[in-house]
């Protein structure tokens, strides 16, 4: 079975198709970099994270571009209101740069800390100013743009009359229009409540500002996905992710200035959106207030949770469902989480007793392993018909489950692995392992406090030597040194302390 994703601009599932296979350009929006990242803003890193694990896992060489966000995203879609880094900058009073650079270290040292690798590239807003100007013009020599006081507006039913804006989000002009909010009051600028920003005049009071041909200002929030993508990634590209709440406005603008460009493409072929978190069945939002943030949920007690949970079971609870199924978050799932994730961990410290050599028979006849193996093998490649199937994690996951049930039978039944092949058995925990660790990102987290570890250590330390159990105190003096501690006996009390040797 063949890799098959559901495309949002098609509204279908297909095989998958490189543009320049085995080169595959994957592009998702980041975060806007003026506060704390939430969990919402976790899942489509998450999401994307074990798409290019399992792509590479296929034999694909993939580029995976995130952009950081630090300019030209203001506070509502209408581009009205402040620039919300500089709003955050300014309540700080800090300089917007070093309020980027602080939650952008954040949010790297977050999804570090989820299992997600690093982008290939993780361009910024702000270091692609020519591009983005450069984009500007092209649509503008196609009669797509217009000038206005120094900001610069995309035509939208200019652009309609030979593309259909709103083709990605199933959307007409006329229902837009009929159902927008947004009026020209205030926005005396543009010709149509449609239109959306390409570059904004700056402000005498606006902090981040760029020399243009239009004037002093800086780039439409659209546009810099657009410069960017098409920078590193080239014209059209494979895979454009992102949150459904970035499907409209954000996705539809990409796409109309990628069309009405010198590229004139969709920008990608295939457009990916992940679903929201929800709290108490409300979407998770910064600009509702109903968030918990990475920092206190990986901590907690939080926003309704009794507890706090750690960033692998976090990472579990997200992959449990379909990426474009909605996630409701509370104690009793992430509890769940938390229970299959350990369940999963204890699955990998089993596999070395697996692949030992099955135990020969009493009499030495070789055993019959074709029933076994044939069970095996379905159990293994039921591993990858969810990935396959538009990457769904949650049938995947199951199917782990299931090869895990088999397993700890395998290891508790001597005769029962006798009747698995040593190949079956090496093919099924590979397989195992490559799923939980290489493609879905789970590993092994610390759960043992090793201070109260040491403590413990001690204490049985001190009940020897008063017991003169002088062996035992030999064994845990040679024990802890291994590991780089000394013991010191002091007047005061057992001590210890690291190592100089």
């Known amino acids: 079975m063949a890799l098959s994703l559901y495309n949002t601009l098609t509204r279908a599932k297909a095989p998958f198709v490189p543009v320049q296979p085995p080169v595959v350009g994957v592009y998702l929006c980041g ?3 003026y506060s704390e990242a939430h969990l919402g803003n976790a899942r489509g890193p998450v999401v ?3 798409l290019t694990r399992y792509l590479r896992y296929l034999g694909h060489t993939v580029r995976y571009v995130r952009n950081i966000t630090d300019v030209g995203h203001l506070e509502s879609d209408a581009d009205t209101g402040e620039d919300k880094l500089e709003k955050a900058a300014r309540a700080q009073r800090l300089e917007p740069m070093q309020v980027a650079q602080h939650y952008a270290n954040r949010y790297r040292a977050h999804m570090a800390q989820l299992g997600c690798l690093p982008p290939d590239i993780e361009p910024q807003a702000s270091g692609h100013i020519t591009e983005q100007i450069g984009m500007i013009e092209e649509i503008m020599a196609n009669g797509l743009a217009y000038e206005v006081n120094g900001s610069v507006y995309f035509d939208v039913p200019k652009y309609d009359e030979h593309h259909r804006y709103g083709k990605l989000s199933n959307r007409s002009i006329e229902d837009q229009l009929a159902g927008t909010r947004d009026t020209l009051a205030g926005q005396d600028e543009k010709r149509s409540p449609l239109d959306f920003a390409l570059w904004k005049n700056a402000s005498p009071e606006h902090i981040m500002r760029w020399p243009s041909p239009w004037g002093n200002g800086f780039p439409g929030w659209h546009l810099e996905c657009s410069a960017m993508s098409r920078k590193y990634l080239g014209a059209e590209f494979d895979i454009h992710g992102g949150g459904l709440d970035l499907m409209f406005p954000h996705h539809e603008c990409e796409i109309a200035q990628s069309q009405g460009s010198h590229s004139h493409t969709d920008e990608a072929r295939v457009w990916m959106h992940n679903n929201m978190i929800t709290v108490g069945g409300a979407k998770m939002s910064k600009s509702t207030g109903n968030f918990i943030t990475l920092t206190n949920l990986f901590v907690g007690p939080t926003g309704g949770l009794s507890q706090g949970y750690s960033p692998m079971v976090v990472r579990f609870f997200l992959l449990q ?3 474009r199924s909605p996630v409701d978050v509370s104690d009793d799932a992430l509890q769940a989480a938390r229970k299959g994730y350990r369940k999963l961990m204890n699955g990998l410290r089993l596999l070395a007793k697996l692949e030992a050599p099955a135990a020969p028979a009493a009499d030495g006849a070789p055993a019959d392993t074709a029933a076994g193996d044939a069970e095996l093998a379905k159990l293994t490649a039921d591993l990858w018909v969810g990935l396959d199937d538009d990457l769904n994690t949650a049938r995947s996951i199951a199917a782990l ?3 895990l049930r088999k397993f700890n ?6 005769a029962a692995r006798a009747a698995v092949s040593d190949e079956a058995m090496a093919a099924a925990t590979a397989a195992y392992r490559a799923l939980v660790a290489d493609v879905l990102g789970l590993r092994d987290e610390p759960r043992a406090n090793a201070e109260e570890l040491l403590a413990l250590t001690l204490g049985f330390y001190s009940e020897a ?8 105190v030999d064994v845990i003096r040679a ?5 780089g501690i000394v013991i010191k006996d002091t007047k005061a009390g057992v001590e210890w302390a690291y190592s100089e040797e």
């Open 31 to 33: 975060p806007t970099v």
């Open 479 to 483: 024990a802890l040194k291994d590991q």
């Open 48 to 50: 994307f994270d074990v």
């Open 321 to 323: 469902a379909h990426y």
């Open 409 to 414: 039978a395998l290891a508790t039944t001597p």
């Open 401 to 403: 489950f299931n090869l």
């Open 465 to 472: 030597k008063a017991d003169k159990a002088y062996d035992k």
